[in-house]
């Protein structure tokens, strides 16, 4: 059984900076593109960003996190990573990992606030 289990989350004022960090198991891991998404209450979940299997060399965000948010992965430690600076408001959610379609049964997800 795969398991996803997302950490880092939490409270920061706008401006700041939050590293958030997804560690699998249960499967192997450097095969799969990896992406974040987030989702707010009453809304589906949004893709955030992605990063392409084995080096990872290819990456992709959503057009409101470029410049501002970084996507990595450590695959001798199954973990998927995204550094978020400038953080804004907006970017409040609860922030999930997943591999792309088909996805894994979903983590509880980690629960970032911005806010002042």
């Known amino acids: 059984q795969v398991q996803l289990v997302e950490s880092g989350g939490g409270l920061v004022q706008p401006g700041g900076s939050l590293r958030l960090s997804c560690a699998v198991s249960g499967s192997i891991f450097e095969i799969y593109d990896m992406a974040w998404y987030r989702q707010t209450p009453g809304n589906v979940r949004e893709f955030v960003a992605l990063?392409?299997?084995?080096?990872?060399?290819?990456?992709n965000y959503r057009d409101s996190v470029k410049g501002r948010f970084t996507i990595s992965r450590d695959n001798t430690k199954n973990t998927v990573y995204l550094q978020m600076n400038s953080l804004k408001p907006e970017d409040t959610a609860v922030y999930y990992c997943?591999?792309?379609?088909?996805?894994?049964?979903w983590g509880q997800g980690t629960q970032v606030t911005v806010s002042s």
């Open positions: 990063i392409s299997r084995g080096s990872g060399g290819t990456k």
């Open positions: 997943n591999k792309i379609s088909p996805q894994w049964p």
